[in-house]
C-alpha cells in the first residue's frame, strides 16, 4: 500500500475514531448501570447499594475522562484531514454534531463533575438525579453523531448547490428521521450496554472466584445479566434493522458483507462461512443457508437482492451520467445567471449521479477527458474489500449471539439457582471481558469500511475529501497520535487493573447495622414484612 | 410559507457571527480560569496538598467549561463550514498541539491523584501545566495569524489549498505580531485563573495567586496597547473591493478583496466599537487593582469584562472578514460568503435558542452548588477529590 495522503489520512482517522471507541462503550452502559444502582440505593436505602455505585462509578470515572478526552480530536479530524469533505456536506453534517454539543455533551460534562463531588453537598434524590442526567447526557451524544454517521450511509433530505459547490440542507426532518440513523443509535447504544454489562459481569465474577467483595459482586452480577439480557436481544434485533435498511440504501455494502458476486433468483441464500476471492469473483468453499438472506434482507420470498457484479454494472451506469452532469455543472459555474435553461435542465436530471462521476478524479483532473478504461476502473473502485467485511461481519455477529447466551445463562443461575454460579461459568465470565470491545470495533469497521470508496455514499468519494497536506504532516500527526495514545492507554489500564484490584471501599460495619435494623423493623411490623 | 425566511439570509449570517464570538467568549470565560490555573499551578502551589487544593478549585468544572470549546468547534462545522475548512487544516500541526494539550489536561485532573507516587504527581503536574499554558498561548497566535491573514486560496472546485510552507509548518505561525497576540492571550488568561484562585481559595496560595496575577494582568494591559500601536502602523488590513451581496450564496469567489490599508479604519467608519477596546483595557485594569486590594467576587467579573471586551475587538474590527488571505485576498472568507445556507442557519439559530438558555441555567446552578473556598482539609478529607 503506498502512503498517500488520502491512505495516510482514513490511517489517522480510523485509529482516533477506532481509540475513542473504546471508551465510548462502557460510559454509554456504566452510565447507566450506575444510575440503576443509585436508584436501588435511593428507594431501599441499603449502604451496600451506594458503596456499589461508588465503586462503579469510581471506574466509570477513569474510563470516561479519557472517552471525553478523545472526543475532543473527534471534533475536529474532519476540519483537520477532510477539508474537502468539511466543505462539501457541512451544511448538513455540522448541524448534528453542533446539536450534539449543545444538547448532549453540556449535559453529561456539567453533572458528571458534580456527579463525583457531590455526594456530601446534594441530597440522596438530587444526587440521582445528576447521575440520570449524565447517564442521559451520554446517549443523547450518541443519538446525535449516529444521525451524522447515518447520513453519511443514506444522505437523506440535501441537495447540491452549482453556486456553493456544495451539498446543502433541503429537509432537517429527513436528517434526524433517517431510517439508518435511528436503527444505527439504537444498536449502537444496545452494544455499549451489552459492553458494560460484560465488563461488570466479569468483574463481579473476579471477585466471586477469589472471594471477596461477595455481596457488591452478587448484587453487580443480578444487575448486570438482566440489563445485559435484554440489550444483547435489542442488538441483534437492531442490527437485523440496519441489515433491511441497507438492502435498499446500500445495496452494495450489503453484498459485499455477504460476498453475493451475482444477482440470484429470490429468496436468496445465506453464505454462513466461506473465502471470498475478489479477482475470481467467486467465494470458496461456501456454506450456503438457503433461504435466509432473501429473508434478512429484503423480509419477503420475492424481492431479489441484486449482486456486486449487477451493481458494478449500474455504478458504470451512473459514471457516465454523472459526466454529463459534470460538464453541465462547469457551463453553470462559468455563466453563472447567464447559463441557457436547458443546461440547467440537463444538470437537474442528472446531478444524482455527479459523485459518481468525481470518482473520476482519482484518474483524471476533469472526468469529462476520461477514457473508456478510467470508467471501467472507477466502476471497480464501488466494490469494497469483500474479504474482509465478510469475515468481520461474522465475527461480530457470532459475538453477538454469544452474548445473548452468557447473559441468559448468567440471568438464569442469579434469578433460579440462588445465585450461585459455578466456577468455570465465573473463569469464563473474567475471560470474555474483551469480547464486546472486539464486537463493537468490528461493526464500525463494517459500516464505515464497507462504505468505501465514499465517505458519503453516492455523494463525495472518500478520494477528493482530504485536506491537501503534505505526506510528512500526516506522519507527524499520525506519529504523535499513536505516542501519545499508546501511553494514555497503558495508564489507563493501569488504574483500572489498580482500582479492580483494590475493590470497593465496602463498610462492612456499616451495611450490618443496617441490616440488623432492618430486621428489627421487619419484625416489629409484619405489614412491611410482607411487602418485602 | 417557508418557516426559515422569516429571518433573512443576512440578519442570520450576523447573528451566527455574533453567536461564534459568544462561544468563544463563553470558552475563555469560563475554561479560560482552568487553563490559567494550569498555566500558575507550579509557582502558586508549592507542596502536594497546596496543588490538590489548587486543582481541586477547577476539579468539578472544567468538564463542563471544555464543552464551549467542543461546541465552537461544533458550532463553526455547522453555522461556517468554509471556515471550518480552511481554519483547522491550515492551522495543522498547530491544532494538533492543542488537541495534545486539551488532552492531557483533563487526563491529568482525573489521574494524578489516583496514584501515591511523588514522581507520578510531579510528572501529571507538568502536564496541567503545558496543558494549560499551551492553548492559552496557541489561542492568541491563531488570532493574530487571523488578522495578518494566511496564504491560502480556494480552487475551481472551492477546494482550500495551502500556499508556499506557511501550512502545517508550526514556525510559520509564528510571526512576530502573532507571537504578540499570543501573549496577550497567555497574560489575560491566566490573570483569569489567578481572579478565580483568589476567589476560591486562602492563605498562601491566594496571595500567590493575586502577586502573580496582577503583574500578569500588567503585561496583558501593556501587551494589548502594544498591539493596537503595531495594528496602526505595521499590518496591513483587508477591504471588500465589491458591492456587499449580503443576501447572496456562499461562494468567497463571487466577491472582490483588496489587500491594504489599515484594520482600524473600522474605528473611522463605525465609531461605536471603540467601546469593545476600551471595554477590554477597563476590565483589566479594575481586575489588576482588585486583585491587589482585598476584592473576590469583584475582581473575577472584572477580569471577565476584560476579556469580552478583548475578543470582542478583534471581531468587530475584522468585520466583515472572518479568515482574510493574503496569496489570494478574492478567497477570503467574509460574513457574507463563508456561512452555511438560510436553512440551515435558522434550524441552529433554533436549536441554540432552546439550548443555551437551559445550558446556562444548569451551569449557573452546579457553579452554586459548588459555592465556597476549597481548603485544605476538603481535599484531606474523606469525600471524593482529585
Known sequence: MELDIVELSRLQFAMTAMYH????????????????????????????????????????????????????????????????????VGDIFGAPLAIEGLMAFFLEATFVGLFFFGWDKLSKVAHLIVAWLVALGSNFSALWILIANGWMQNPVGAEFNPDTMRMEMTSFF??????????????????????????VLGVSAFYMLRGRH???????????????????????????????????????????????????????????????????????????????????????????????????????????????????????????????????ATFEQHSEDLGFAMLLMRYTDDPRTATPEMIDQAAEDTIPGVFPLFWAFRIMVGLGFGFIGMMAYFFIRSSFYGQSYPRWALHAAVWLIPAPWIAAELGWFVAEFGRQPWTVDGVLPTALSVSHLSVGDLLLTLAGFVTFYSVLFIIEMGLMIKYIRKGPTEDVEETEIWEERHAARLQADPAIAAAE | MILYELISYDVLRVIWWVLLGVLLIGFALTDGFDMGVGALLPFVAKTDVERRVVINTVGPVWEGNQVWFILGGGAIFAAWPPLYAVSFSGFYLAMFAVLACFILRPVGFKYRSKRESARWRRNWDWALFVGGAGPALLFGVAVGNAMLGVPFHLNDLLMPMYDGTFYGKFLGLLRPF????????????????????????????????????????????????????WLAFGVDGFTLTSDVVANGPSNPLYSEVARGGSWLSAYAERPWIAIAPVLGFLGMVLAVLGLRSQREVSTLLFSKL????????????????????????????TVWDASSSHRTLFIMLVCALIFMPLILAYTAWVYKVLWGKVTEDDVTGPSHSY
Open chain 2, 178 to 229: 502573532a507571537i504578540l497576540s499570543g501573549v496577550v492571550s497567555f497574560a489575560m488568561l491566566m490573570m483569569h485563573g489567578a481572579a478565580w484562585l483568589a476567589l476560591k481559595t486562602e492563605g498562601e496560595i491566594n496571595a500567590r495567586a493575586r502577586r502573580m496575577g496582577s503583574v500578569a494582568g500588567i503585561v496583558a494591559i501593556v501587551a494589548y496597547a502594544l498591539a493596537g500601536v
Open chain 1, 214 to 344: 461477595l455481596r457488591l459482586a452478587k448484587r453487580s452480577i443480578t444487575v448486570a445479566a438482566s440489563f445485559g439480557l435484554a440489550s444483547a436481544l435489542s442488538v441483534v434485533v437492531l442490527g437485523d434493522e440496519s441489515g433491511y435498511s441497507a438492502s435498499h440504501t446500500q445495496k452494495m455494502k450489503l453484498a459485499a458483507i455477504e460476498a453475493m458476486w451475482e444477482t440470484e433468483e429470490a429468496p436468496a441464500h445465506f453464505t454462513l462461512v466461506g473465502i471470498p476471492d475478489k479477482e475470481a469473483r467467486e467465494t470458496h468453499y461456501a456454506v450456503h443457508i438457503p433461504w435466509a438472506m432473501g429473508l434478512i434482507g429484503t423480509r419477503s420470498l420475492t424481492e431479489e437482492i441484486p449482486g456486486i457484479n449487477e451493481l458494478v454494472d449500474e455504478a458504470h451506469d451512473r459514471i457516465e451520467s454523472g459526466i454529463i452532469a459534470y460538464d453541465a455543472l462547469m457551463t453553470i459555474r462559468a455563466e453563472r445567471d447567464a447559463t441557457p435553461a436547458d443546461v440547467r
Open chain 2, 306 to 333: 476584560g476579556i469580552l471586551g478583548v475578543i470582542s475587538s478583534v471581531g468587530l474590527t475584522m468585520f466583515p472578514f472572518i479568515l482574510p488571505s493574503t496569496v489570494d485576498p478574492a478567497s477570503s472568507l
Open chain 1, 174 to 199: 429527513d436528517v434526524l428521521f433517517n431510517e439508518v440513523a435511528q436503527a444505527k443509535f439504537v444498536h449502537t447504544v444496545s452494544a455499549g450496554y451489552v459492553t458494560a454489562s460484560v465488563f
Open chain 1, 21 to 88: 471507541f473504546l471508551f465510548v462503550p462502557l460510559t454509554l452502559g456504566l452510565s447507566i448501570l450506575v444510575a440503576i444502582m443509585e436508584t436501588v440505593y435511593v428507594m431501599t436505602g441499603r449502604p451496600i447499594w451506594r458503596q456499589m455505585t461508588k465503586f462503579w462509578g469510581t471506574l466509570f470515572g477513569i474510563n470516561f475522562v479519557l472517552g471525553v478526552a478523545t472526543g475532543i480530536t473527534m471534533e475536529f479530524q474532519f476540519g483537520m484531514n477532510w477539508s474537502y469533505y468539511s466543505h462539501y
